[in-house]
C-alpha cells in the first residue's frame, strides 16, 4: 500500500492511501498447480513410491516409507490447489501473503512430485539431501560474494570468472604442495585477482560494470583454457593432481537422522561456508563494516559527507567478495573432482548471481536461493536414476528452469541497492 497527499473540499492536505495487489506469488503457484495436474492426469504412475530415511554412516536405522503413488499424488495436489485459491484470495484482499505460504508450498510440491517419480522405486532422502547441500556449496560462497559487491554498489558478474581461476590456481597449487589448505589459500588468491581487475576498471576508470564483468569471464575462460592445454596437460603427474579434503563427521552431530548426515559429515569447506554465511549476515547488519558497506552501496554522497571514502570501501570490498567467490571455486577442484578440467564451473557463476537476485540481496536468504538450485540439480540426477518418463533434455533444464521460475516469481517485486552499477565521482 502507497501513502499519497490530497486534499478534501475545505483545501486541507490529508493523506490518501492507495492499495496496491501483488499477484506474483499466486500466479507462480497457479502456474505450478497447473503444471502438476497435466503431470498426473496425462502421465499417470501406479504402484507404490519408497522413501529411504536412513543412511548407511548413522547410528539411528530408520524405516524405509512406502505410500501409494496415485492416491497420494492427488491427495497432496488437492492440499496445493487449497493454498493457491488462499493465495490468490489473499492478493484480492490486498494482504501480502506470508513467506510461510511459499515454503509450505514449495516442499509440499516436491514431495507430490517425488512421489510420482518414485512409483515403484526408491528415493533416498538423505542422500537427495546431502548431493543438494554439497552442490550449493559453490554456489553460496559465490552468492555471497555477489551480496557484498551489489551491498557496495559494484555489480559482480565476475563471479563466473573467479569460480574458474580459484578452481585453477587450487588444483595447481594443491598439486605442487600435496596440501589442500595452501590450495585453498591460492584459489582465494586467484578470485581477488579477477575482482581486482574489476574493481580497478569499474571504481577507477569508470567503465560499465556489466561489461567488465562480462569480458572478465571471457578473459579467463581463455586464459585458462589455454594453460590447461599447454601447461597442465603435458604435465599432468606434477600439476594437476589435487590433494582434497577428505568428510570429517562430527560425533553426535553426525548421527542424527536424517540432518545429521547431511549437515555435519562434510568436508572443511563445507563447514567453512557455515561460518561464511553466519559471519557475513552478522557483520552485514551487526558492526560498523557492514553499516559504512551498506551506506555506500545506497547513497554514496550521504557517506561521503561523514567521511567514508567510498572508492576505497568499494575497492577493498569487492576484493573480499572475491575471495568469498575463490574458495567456491576451489570447492570443483579441492572437493569434488582431484583435478582441473577446462571450463569446469558450467556456467554456475551465472547462477550464483541469480542466487543474489533472488536472495534480495540478503546473505541468508541468497544461501536459501543457492540450495534450491542445488536441489533442482540433484533431483535431476535422481529422476534419471528412477527412468521417469521426463524427457531427459527437459531434466538438464530443470535447475534453470528453476531458477528463471524463482527470480520471476519472487524477485520482480524488490528493489536492489541503489548504487549498484553506478561509479561514484567526488564533486
Not at 503431470?39 to 554412516?57: Q, T, V
Amino acid at each position: 500500500m502507497t501513502a499519497l497527499a490530497a486534499a478534501d473540499v475545505s483545501g486541507i492536505p490529508h493523506l490518501a492511501t492507495v492499495k496496491v495487489r501483488s499477484w506474483k506469488l499466486s500466479i507462480t503457484l497457479g502456474i505450478v498447480t497447473v503444471l502438476l495436474a497435466l503431470l498426473f492426469l496425462f502421465s499417470p504412475r501406479s504402484g507404490e513410491s519408497s522413501f529411504r530415511l536412513g543412511d548407511a554412516s548413522s547410528s539411528f536405522t530408520l524405516p524405509v516409507v512406502s505410500v501409494p503413488t496415485a492416491a497420494t499424488s492427488w491427495i497432496v495436489w488437492a492440499v496445493l490447489l487449497v493454498l493457491t485459491i488462499f493465495a490468490v484470495w489473499q492478493a484480492y484482499s490486498y494482504r501480502k501473503p506470508g513467506m510461510w505460504l511459499a515454503i509450505v508450498y514449495g516442499l509440499l510440491a516436491i514431495f507430490a512430485f517425488l512421489v510420482w517419480a518414485a512409483a515403484d522405486g526408491l528415493v533416498p532422502v538423505t542422500g537427495l539431501l546431502f548431493g543438494a547441500v554439497s552442490l550449493s556449496i559453490p554456489l553460496i560462497f559465490g552468492a555471497l560474494g555477489g551480496v557484498i559487491g551489489e551491498r557496495v554498489g559494484v555489480v559482480n558478474v565476475a563471479i563466473e570468472g573467479q569460480f574458474l581461476f580459484g578452481a585453477f590456481t587450487g588444483a595447481v597449487l594443491s598439486s605442487i604442495t600435496n596440501n589442500p589448505f595452501v590450495g585453498l589459500v591460492g584459489a582465494m588468491a586467484g578470485g581477488v585477482l579477477v575482482a581486482f581487475v574489476l574493481a580497478a576498471f569499474s571504481i577507477k576508470y569508470l567503465v560499465d560494470q556489466v561489461i567488465v564483468g562480462v569480458v572478465l569471464n571471457v578473459l579467463v575462460a581463455g586464459l585458462t583454457g589455454f594453460l590447461y592445454g599447454a601447461l597442465l596437460v603435458p604435465n599432468e603427474a606434477t600439476l594437476n593432481r589435487a590433494v582434497t579434503f577428505e568428510r570429517l563427521k562430527i560425533p553426535l552431530l553426525g548421527d542424527i537422522p536424517i540432518i545429521g548426515p547431511v549437515l555435519f559429515n562434510q568436508t572443511f569447506i563445507g563447514y567453512l561456508m557455515y561460518a561464511t554465511v553466519a559471519v557475513v549476515a552478522w557483520g552485514l547488519y551487526r558492526t560498523r563494516w557492514g553499516l559504512r558497506l551498506r551506506a555506500v552501496g545506497e547513497h554514496p554522497q550521504a557517506a561521503d559527507t561523514v567521511g567514508i571514502k567510498v572508492n576505497s570501501s568499494r575497492f577493498w570490498n569487492v576484493s573480499l567478495a572475491g575471495a568469498i567467490a575463490g574458495i567456491g571455486g576451489a570447492y570443483f577442484t579441492l572437493v569434488s573432482v582431484p583435478a582441473f578440467t577446462k571450463d569446469m564451473t558450467a556456467g554456475l557463476g551465472f547462477i550464483a548471481l541469480a542466487a543474489v537476485i533472488f536472495g534480495r540481496w540478503d546473505p541468508i536468504r541468497a544461501t536459501l536461493a543457492a540450495l534450491l538450485f542445488g536441489f533442482a540439480t540433484n533431483l535431476r540426477n535422481l529422476l534419471s536414476v528412477l527412468q521417469t518418463p521426463i524427457p531427459s533434455e527437459f531434466m538438464a533444464m530443470l535447475p534453470y528452469v528453476v531458477t528463471i521460475l524463482a527470480v520471476a516469481g519472487f524477485a520482480g517485486q524488490i528493489r536492489g541497492p541503489a548504487a549498484a552499477g553506478k561509479p561514484y565521482i567526488k564533486g
